[in-house]
């Protein structure tokens, strides 16, 4: 499911849900890579939330249902951004790029699972 944006993903506790934790490499750009260790928990049903160890980076997945047979994946993402002119500029873009990422791994996920 991961674009090749991620690299050396490695399942370092657990691996279903409350209490993994997973590393992995995220490459936003050709420059910029992010060594991500993420804890998950499930707060609430059909809600999973990655919050890295590593930065302030918080992804929560949600899952609902979306008619018979079908589900709907909505993935979103928040951090508190580096100051000054580096971070002006990682503000402004960073956003658009993660986005365009995990529209990557949406996009993968529904085609495995209509397989």
Not at 62 to 87: F, I, L, M, Q, Y
Not at 96 to 105: A, E, F, P, Q
Request: aromatic share 8%; net charge negative; glycine share 12%.
């Amino acid at each position: 499911l991961l674009p090749e944006h991620f690299s050396e993903y490695e399942v370092r506790e657990g691996g279903d849900g409350q209490g993994t934790l997973v590393h992995w490499k995220l490459q936003a750009t050709s420059k910029r890579i992010r060594d991500c260790l993420l804890e998950v928990s499930e707060p609430t049903d059909g809600e999973l939330v990655e919050k890295d160890r590593n930065s302030s980076m918080v992804t929560t997945w949600r899952v609902t249902p979306a008619g018979e047979g079908s589900s709907r994946v909505v993935v979103s993402s928040v951090w508190n951004g580096a100051g000054g002119v580096g971070g002006f500029f990682e503000r402004t873009f960073a956003p658009k790029g993660l986005g365009r990422i995990y529209d990557l791994v949406l996009a993968n996920l529904a085609t495995e699972v209509e397989k």
